[in-house]
Nanobody, 116 residues
Framework: QVTLVESGGGLVQPGGSLRLSCVAP??????TAWYRQIPGMQRELVAA???????NYAAAVKGRFTISRGNTQSTVNLQMNNLTPDDTAVYYC????????????WGPGTQVTVSS
C-alpha cells in the first residue's frame, strides 16, 4: 500500500475551474485514477490514466475534466473546467486499480465545493 496526497480542492463558483494534484509514487507503473464521493453515495470513478498515458473519463465529466501527468513522474493532475454544483464532492486519488475496481492505495481526499 502506498501513501497518496491530494491537493487543490476548494470553493469555486459555477462555471469556474480548479486543478487537483495527486502525488502518487508508482503512478508510472500502475493505473492512477480520481474518484469522488458525495455523502451517502458510493465513491465513483471520475477519470483514470494508464502508465502508457491512455485516459478514461466518466460520462458526466467528459469534455470538462482532463487527467494528466504533472511535472514529476509521480504527480497526476485533474483539471476541472465549467464546474457545476453536481461536481461538489470529496475527490480521492487512487493507485493500482482497474477501470472497474479501485486499488488499495487511497489519499485522504480533498473537498471540492461548487456554489454561488
Amino acid at each position: 500500500q502506498v501513501t497518496l496526497v491530494e491537493s487543490g480542492g476548494g470553493l469555486v463558483q459555477p462555471g469556474g475551474s480548479l486543478r487537483l494534484s495527486c502525488v502518487a509514487p508508482g503512478s508510472m507503473q500502475f493505473l492512477t485514477a480520481w474518484y469522488r464521493q458525495i455523502p451517502g453515495m458510493q465513491r465513483e470513478l471520475v477519470a483514470a490514466i494508464t502508465p502508457g498515458g491512455t485516459t478514461n473519463y466518466a460520462a458526466a465529466v467528459k469534455g470538462r475534466f482532463t487527467i494528466s501527468r504533472g511535472n514529476t513522474q509521480s504527480t497526476v493532475n485533474l483539471q476541472m473546467n465549467n464546474l457545476t454544483p453536481d461536481d461538489t464532492a470529496v475527490y480521492y486519488c487512487n493507485l493500482g486499480g482497474t477501470l472497474t475496481k479501485p486499488g488499495r492505495s487511497w489519499g485522504p481526499g480533498t473537498q471540492v465545493t461548487v456554489s454561488s
